[in-house]
């Protein structure tokens, strides 16, 4: 009868179950995009919302890919690798946006994404996880741990951006790069220490109140070559739907009287998180919550302990000058306020569908901030 109806009958094949899911119907949209590209009178918001969508699923198949491989080689391993290519969206479109020259959004992504996966993601999941069930319970002592490094995030970002202001306003000089790149190198050490914590000498602490969570969330297992082949040729996808979106995000800008801030900050990390997100909401509604939260606060983790130092030594290579992590007092202010009541919400283990109300609420006066100040420059 429907098409929906005919995917769900069809043999199990790798392509069947390809269309199973929806949001792969979404890979649509990359044909589209690039036959838009080379069209001559398309808009710049068409096209910078074209390419958006058409990054989602293929945000979503490096997620998928990276999960699959680390499923087959071990926690120590594997948590390297989710450290590596577990926020590869973002990294990718970041590094492109670098390499054009946009300082402002790369800093802006950054925050965005944090605030993204601890305010929106956690906080759809909440939400909906808590209309399905009444109470739901997580473990508080792995939420207390992922506070505390998302503390040490907002330092990180905090001290830079007070040296600059303080004793460099108008100019960087030899010491406030000494401090970023000082300040990076640290961040990767206590990132790996991390992973050592979490995954080995303290295991422990981060288990799941739910046991049986694990075959359930990995499902049907993917050969090693079907793994690394579809992260490879995601990746590839992801740089080239990236160049067109950051190519087409200053005059979308313009077009609808958004600057590079508020591009970087809502619409770049939503996109660059959605498959991660997603992951979270889903694990939410499936009363999966150590697992859900897991994914949003690791993540949060991962970007700013793993990504942005990372873009930081990057860009001593690939950008016009190098990437200071000197923010905004809006952006700073907005990541120490949703670190705060990221802290509150998680704290004692529970969530309810009212606690996913406050946070989304949060997220949306920032957003709403972020869309009202365009010329934002400090």
């Known amino acids: 009868m429907s098409s929906a109806t005919d995917v769900a009958t069809l043999p199990r094949t790798p392509f069947s179950d390809f269309l199973r899911s929806p949001i792969n119907w979404l890979f649509v949209f990359i044909p589209i995009t690039v036959g838009l590209e080379h069209l001559a009178h398309v808009s710049a918001p068409v096209l ?10 293929i945000a979503a198949l490096i997620v998928r890919a990276t999960e699959q491989i680390a499923h087959r080689t071990g926690d120590a391993v594997g948590g390297l690798l989710n450290a590596t290519f577990g926020n590869a969206p973002e990294l990718i479109i970041a590094l492109v946006a670098l390499k054009a020259g946009y300082l402002d959004m790369v800093r802006a992504s950054l925050v965005g994404a944090i605030l993204a996966n601890l305010l929106l993601a956690l906080g759809v999941g909440f939400l909906t996880g808590g209309l399905r069930f009444h109470e739901q319970r997580f473990n508080p002592i792995a939420a207390r741990a992922y506070s505390s490094m998302m503390f040490l995030a907002a330092v990180s970002m905090t001290v830079p951006s007070a040296f600059s202001r303080v004793l460099a306003p108008n100019e960087v000089i030899r010491q406030e790069q000494l401090l970023n790149l000082g300040i990076a190198v640290l961040l990767l050490v206590a990132y790996a220490l991390y992973i050592l914590f979490s995954l080995k000498t303290h295991s422990s602490a981060f ?5 049986e969570h694990d075959s359930q969330h990995h499902g049907e297992l993917w050969g090693v070559p079907r793994a690394v082949i579809s992260l490879l040729a995601a990746s590839v996808f992801a740089a080239w739907m990236s160049e067109i979106l950051v190519g087409a995000a200053e005059e979308t800008g313009k077009a609808l009287g958004m ?4 591009i970087g900050i809502v619409f770049v990390a939503i996109v660059g998180g959605a498959a991660e997100s997603g992951s979270a909401v889903a694990m939410a509604q499936k009363n999966k919550m150590d697992l859900s939260v897991g994914i949003a606060l690791g993540s949060c983790i991962q970007i700013a302990l793993f990504v942005a130092p990372l873009l930081v030594l990057a860009s001593y290579f690939i950008a016009p000058q190098p990437l200071e ?3 905004s007092r809006a952006e700073i202010g907005s990541l120490t306020i949703a670190v705060l009541i990221g802290a509150m ?6 969530s309810n569908w009212y606690k996913g109300v406050q946070l989304i609420t ?12 365009p010329d934002l420059a400090t």
């Open 48 to 57: 910078f919302f074209m390419a958006a969508v058409a990054i989602i699923p």
């Open 207 to 211: 288990a799941s109140l739910d046991t």
């Open 259 to 262: 600057s590079q801030v508020f």
């Open 325 to 327: 992590l000197a923010f």
């Open 345 to 350: 919400v998680c704290n004692d283990g529970q």
């Open 362 to 373: 949060v997220y949306a006066i920032i957003a709403l901030m972020f869309y009202l100040i």
